[in-house]
Nanobody, 125 residues
Framework: VQLQASGGGLVQAGGSLRLSCAAS????????MGWFRQAAGKERAFVAA????????YYADSVKGRFTISRDNAKNAVYLQMNSLKPEDTAVYYC???????????????????WGQGTQVTVSS
């Protein structure tokens, strides 16, 4: 699976951004998709995941209620709607895909086999 993330940018605190991730290369509907982020000087961290059918989603506690992950299997795309952004959301955001993820492993970086190149999100105070 090849992944291409886009939609990052500079936004003021309280604003919104929508990240997109376009996938190609295999049956998209058969993989679980995730978003991770990595702030400067920190380790990459889980943000959100959505399972194959789109009916099951998981979120990090820090973004719950503000971010929404969704997918469009017909378009081979996954999205991350980010609202009420905070300066601490500043990071490079990566989309990832994994064909063998189960509910107990959806938050783990090592569960994902394929990664996009990342898109920078900067939230100013």
């Amino acid at each position: 699976v090849q992944l291409q993330a886009s939609g990052g940018g500079l936004v003021q605190a309280g604003g919104s951004l929508r990240l997109s991730c376009a996938a190609s290369g295999r049956t998209f509907s058969g993989v679980t998709m995730g978003w991770f982020r990595q702030a400067a000087g920190k380790e990459r961290a889980f943000v959100a995941a959505i399972f194959r059918s789109g009916g099951t989603t998981y979120y990090a506690d820090s973004v719950k209620g503000r971010f929404t992950i969704s997918r469009d299997n017909a378009k081979n795309a996954v999205y991350l709607q980010m609202n009420s952004l905070k300066p601490e959301d500043t990071a490079v955001y990566y989309c990832a895909a994994g064909p063998r993820i189960i509910t107990t492993t959806a938050r783990m970086i090592t569960s994902y086999d394929y990664w996009g190149q990342g898109t920078q999100v900067t939230v100013s105070s």
